[in-house]
């Protein structure tokens, strides 16, 4: 069973700091991209980071120097160090795992981690 389980969310105030953790279970974690992506109310959801599996990393232009995401693949773990963080980061932050191979693309969504960002 695949799980992708994230962590870290929470409220923050505005030029504040917070760490997110996806760990992953069920797959072969080096074998996949990783990424995060967020929804806010009323808003469809959006690509925030990805990193692949050779570690090139890619952001939306509005966390561009603000956000790192990072993947341990000793612990089946990606995270997303976000800083300077803005009322409009708030959102549901989203894991994704993503393979694409001969028998097609594969593609898994964590839960979702409530972040908040509010003074």
């Known amino acids: 069973q695949v799980q992708l389980v994230e962590s870290g969310g929470g409220l923050v105030q505005p030029g504040g700091s917070l760490r997110l953790s996806c760990a992953a279970s069920?797959?072969?974690?080096?074998?996949?991209?990783m990424g995060w992506y967020r929804q806010a109310p009323g808003k469809q959801r959006e690509l925030v980071a990805t990193?692949?599996?050779?570690?090139?990393?890619n952001y939306a232009d509005s966390v561009k120097g603000r956000f790192t995401i990072s993947r341990d693949n000793a612990k089946n773990t990606v995270h997303l160090e976000m800083n300077s963080l803005k009322p409009e980061d708030t959102a549901v932050y989203y894991c994704?795992?993503?393979?694409?191979?001969?028998?097609?693309?594969?593609?898994?969504w964590g839960q979702g981690t409530q972040v908040t960002v509010s003074s």
């Open positions: 994704n795992a993503n393979s694409i191979t001969l028998m097609g693309r594969t593609v898994y």
């Open positions: 069920g797959i072969i974690f080096s074998r996949f991209a």
């Open positions: 990193i692949t599996t050779g570690g090139s990393t």
